[in-house]
């Protein structure tokens, strides 16, 4: 896994070596300081020699200053080695959530993806940025600080045979009990993000169902979960401090009491000691220090684990590259053959969609009804290959829509989404998402088309009004015409509208349907929609119930058979029908 994760330095490369080696030029002026030290107050204080103490004083100055001038370059490199290294995962975790189909993305949930692209990165970025700077600099503390240990007095650095691994031993028992809880609290994340991921896209019906105070609790919930992981990985946590600074101290302290007595009896001077004490601490501190980053790195291993599962995730829906840059017209035939349909997370027994067969020629009119949660939108979402069929098969002119190339299948499709979304932008912007080559004559005429001119040239700035974030500024009708036209716009050969006039009034409905026929003639037509009113003048009708078709035929046809047809449009009848 660290190995994946390192290809993605890429050409940060670099930094990551040069930082490291900066790093150990910045620890060995550290180190011969208070080497030179102890030589200025041993040779210099004690022999009173002037001289001595002015030369040596100047070379302690200039090593200080070499060693700021390399530290800042060390850290300058270090940052730059590790944005680097977050910058090209987070663009890559992008890029592969780009390649994601929507059943992947159930898979992981939203805002799973959300934490790992942000949080995780983050960590691990985090991580790489101490690797650089400690992974070489705590060694080299404690190697060169031995070294001047043993070089100035052998038998009292014995010491450190001892106080060395006790402190690595503690570390790393606490470092064991606090791993796992590491990876449960990035998940403790998700669910957070979750909560107020949700509820910020809902705002709007949490306020008008007045749930604030349910969405509190739910959000209070998460909130405390995260809390209680991170103070219980805290609390294992902070027995580090206390039990490595115990394991300072009693080292100092006999250093001090056998340094102490040697120097009584004249085996070593006292400027020696004061430097030996100092380098005790630099080797402790390293050993802590290396300590840290391996507890960082347990952590690091959650998010690694995370984001190159996102990264290492095979596509549910693989792409053919076979007709890669086809541009074969596509005429718009479909064709289901036997298809039944599970969504591959639910853990729902049984099809949403049951052996479905039926054939649309090109360029007809084909309305799809029947009650909520029967399975008009999850029909429909085959087609463009939003998911693939469980078993059997869907072609588009002859041909399975899992042997198109995708940009080549869905170029054709114009999909207009039950819970369509406009972008922040200008209208124009967002209708040029349909074609982005299209002048304002075109838009216009789409817009035309789809009704929505009208409202759009009653808007003080026309094609220039601002759409708000998720298209709040412009009302569920106008923003349902808006879709339209941008479907419109593709020019497509099948034109798929999932129970997009649902909040247009009918009069305006009829006028788009108006269209289809006229404007439209060669373009395959897919109407999801609830009103009999807005199917009746289809060429055929399908009659979905319970995921299978229950009947297919023109309005006159269903009317004289189809007993769920006929109970749908009399319910409609009562009190004029739904439109009112
Ligand atoms: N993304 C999904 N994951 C799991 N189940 C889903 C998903 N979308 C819809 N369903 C289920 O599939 C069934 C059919 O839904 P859908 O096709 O949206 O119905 P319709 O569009 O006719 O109202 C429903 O029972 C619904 O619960
Ligand atoms: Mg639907």
Redesign the pocket.
Do not use: I, M, P
């Given at each position: 896994m660290f190995k994946q994760l390192m290809g993605y330095i890429g050409e940060y490369k670099k930094y990551f070596i040069l930082a490291p080696i900066l790093v150990v030029g910045e620890s060995v002026a550290e180190l011969i300081l208070p080497y030179l030290m102890g030589l200025l107050v041993g040779n210099g204080v004690g022999g009173n020699n002037i001289p001595y103490m002015y030369r040596l004083g100047a070379i302690m100055i200039v090593v200080a200053a070499l060693g700021i001038v390399d530290g800042i370059y060390a850290a300058k490199f270090s940052a730059k080695a590790s944005q680097g290294f977050g910058y090209n995962l987070r663009e890559a975790l992008f890029r592969k959530v780009q390649t994601f189909s929507?059943a992947d993305v159930?898979k992981f949930s939203t805002a799973s993806l959300v934490t790992r692209c942000t949080t995780d990165v983050k960590q691990l970025q985090q991580t790489a940025m101490e690797l650089t700077r400690v992974l070489i600099r705590a060694p080299s503390l404690l190697f060169v600080s031995l070294f001047f240990c043993f070089r100035m007095n052998f038998r009292l650095s014995i010491t450190f045979l001892v106080a060395i691994p006790t402190l690595l031993a503690v570390v790393l028992i606490i470092v064991h009990f606090t791993t796992h809880l590491f990876e449960i609290m990035q998940t403790k994340i998700d669910n957070l993000n979750a909560s107020v991921q949700e509820n910020l896209i809902a705002i709007r019906v949490v306020k008008s169902f007045v749930r604030m105070a349910f969405e509190k609790q739910k959000f209070k919930k998460a909130n405390d979960d995260l809390m209680r992981t991170s103070i219980m990985a805290t609390i294992r946590l902070s027995v580090m401090h206390p039990a490595t600074m115990m394991v300072l101290y009693i080292t100092t302290l006999a250093i001090y009491w056998f340094g102490g007595h040697m120097v009584g009896s004249g085996q070593m001077m006292d400027g020696q000691l004061l430097s030996f004490i100092t380098y005790v601490n630099q080797i402790l501190m390293s050993v802590m220090m290396f300590s840290m980053v391996l507890m960082g790195l347990t952590r690091a291993r959650a998010c690694g684990r995370r984001v190159t599962e996102v990264l290492n995730h095979e596509p549910d829906i693989r792409d053919s590259r076979e007709d890669e840059g086809d541009e074969t017209p596509i005429r718009g035939e479909i064709v289901f053959e036997n298809v039944s349909f599970r969504?591959p997370?639910?853990d729902?027994k049984g099809m949403?969609l049951h052996d479905v067969s039926f054939r649309i020629p090109a360029g007809s009119f084909v309305a799809i009804v029947?009650?909520?949660?029967?399975?008009?939108?999850?029909?429909v979402?085959l087609i463009p290959r939003f998911y693939d069929a469980t078993s059997g098969a869907v072609y588009v002119d002859g041909k399975n829509v899992k042997d198109y190339n995708l940009r080549h299948l869905r170029k054709h499709i114009g999909m207009v989404l039950?819970n369509n979304v406009l972008f922040t932008g200008t209208i124009r912007s967002n209708l040029q998402w349909g074609n982005p080559q299209a002048d304002d004559e075109e838009l216009l005429a789409a817009t035309k088309d789809s009704q929505a001119y009208e409202f759009i040239s009653r808007f003080p700035e026309g094609l220039d009004t601002q759409i708000d974030q998720g298209g709040v500024n412009v009302s569920g009708g106008q923003k349902q015409r808006l879709c339209i036209a941008r479907a419109m716009l593709k020019k497509p050969s099948i034109l798929i509208l999932?129970?997009s006039t649902s909040a247009v009034d009918s009069a305006t409905e009829g006028k788009i349907r108006e269209t289809f026929y006229n404007k439209y003639k060669d373009t395959t037509v897919l109407l999801?929609a609830q009103r009999i009113s807005s199917v009746q003048y289809a060429d055929q009708i399908i009659v979905?119930e319970h995921?299978t078709i229950e009947d297919m035929g023109s309005h006159d046809e269903l009317m004289a058979r189809c007993r769920v047809y006929q109970e749908i449009y009399a319910s409609q009848q009562e009190g004029g029908g739904l439109d009112g």
């Open positions: 929507f159930d969504y997370q639910s729902r949403v029947g009650a909520t949660g029967e399975g008009k939108t999850s029909l979402n039950q999932d129970d999801v979905l995921g």
